[in-house]
């Protein structure tokens, strides 16, 4: 975890990670508030975050494996402005055979409204061909699923 005077504060229980940011005067656009791009960013940033405490980022290159964003949805609830505290959530929701889906809850911090929900479909593929591959067990078994019932709310 990282200094409370650094922007940025990263937590992991129960298979939920938490990425704390703070929001910079560069992530709002022209209509006065937080551009979409910065939320898959943030999303982006929260999922390495949690792959690298679970140590599944190592586990990968180990095997020789390499994660790709198949797809992503996201839902946008209320904007974010600069200046504010923001919270991503996120976790793995299953895990099959060649692909993880990774769900996110974005929230501000002092009210805990949820600002955006998304998910994202990542594959397993070979780093050397980029061509799907199974999950080998060293990196599945380091996975922790959150079961729907306990996801965050």
């Known amino acids: 975890m990282v200094g409370e005077s650094d922007p940025v504060r990263r937590e992991c229980t129960v298979g939920i990670y938490r990425h704390d940011l703070?929001?910079?005067?560069?992530a709002i656009d022209?209509?006065?508030?937080?551009?979409?791009?910065e939320y898959l960013r943030w999303m982006q940033d929260a999922a390495l975050g949690h792959?690298?405490?679970?140590?599944?980022?190592?586990?990968?290159?180990?095997?020789?494996?390499?994660?790709v964003i198949r797809s992503h949805r996201i839902e946008y609830l209320r904007p974010a402005y600069?200046?504010?505290?923001?919270?991503?959530?996120?976790?793995?929701s299953s895990v099959r055979r060649v692909?993880?889906?990774?769900?996110?809850?974005?929230?501000?911090?002092v009210s805990q409204a949820v600002?955006?929900?998304?998910?994202?479909?990542?594959?397993?593929?070979?780093?050397?061909?980029?061509?799907?591959?199974?999950?080998?067990?060293?990196?599945?078994?380091l996975f922790e699923?959150?079961?729907?019932g306990e996801e965050p709310k």
């Open 30 to 37: 022209g209509n006065g508030h937080v551009n979409n791009v």
């Open 115 to 141: 600002l955006a929900e998304a998910e994202t479909d990542w594959i397993f593929t070979d780093a050397q061909t980029g061509r799907l591959r199974s999950i080998p067990e060293a990196v599945s078994s």
């Open 22 to 26: 703070v929001v910079a005067p560069q």
């Open 82 to 92: 600069a200046g504010e505290q923001v919270s991503v959530l996120t976790w793995i």
């Open 51 to 67: 792959s690298d405490r679970l140590g599944l980022t190592a586990a990968t290159l180990v095997a020789g494996g390499r994660w």
């Open 99 to 109: 692909q993880s889906l990774r769900k996110y809850r974005i929230i501000r911090s």
């Open 145 to 148: 699923p959150v079961p729907q």
